[in-house]
């Protein structure tokens, strides 16, 4: 049975941090990439960042880049996604998804989370 949990979201502050977690079970990780989307009230949900496990390749969305840093422990099958200068407009339901190959976007994901709701307000 496949599993894939997102943790580590809540309220923080612009300017502020928090690092998320993505743990997944039930296929093999190291063969899979593993992407952080984001969703927030009234639009489309977006990449955010993606592990590549076929070339290693990391990506990152220009709206985050440099603040924002992907990281996965395949020997504990978790994915981070370390978030720094937080400001109001990463306000979102960040989820974690697989997907045995390269990074997609949305559409080409096989396996999602749940999500965990990250709020940036003073």
């Known amino acids: 049975q496949v599993q894939v949990v997102e943790s580590g979201g809540g309220l923080v502050q612009p300017g502020g941090s928090l690092r998320l977690s993505c743990t997944a079970s039930?296929?093999?990780?190291?063969?899979?990439?593993i992407g952080w989307f984001r969703q927030a009230p009234g639009k489309e949900r977006e990449a955010v960042s993606c592990?590549?496990?076929?070339?290693?390749?990391?990506s990152y969305a220009d709206s985050v880049k440099g603040r924002f840093t992907i990281s996965r422990d395949n020997a504990k099958s978790t994915v981070y996604l370390q978030m720094n200068s937080l400001k109001s407009e990463d306000t979102a339901v960040y989820y974690c998804?697989?997907?045995?190959?390269?990074?997609?976007?949305?559409?080409?994901?096989?396996?999602w989370g749940k999500g965990t709701l990250v709020t940036v307000s003073s």
């Open positions: 039930g296929f093999t990780f190291d063969y899979y990439s």
């Open positions: 592990n590549s496990s076929s070339d290693g390749k990391i």
């Open positions: 998804a697989a997907r045995w190959g390269y990074c997609t976007g949305p559409i080409g994901m096989e396996y």
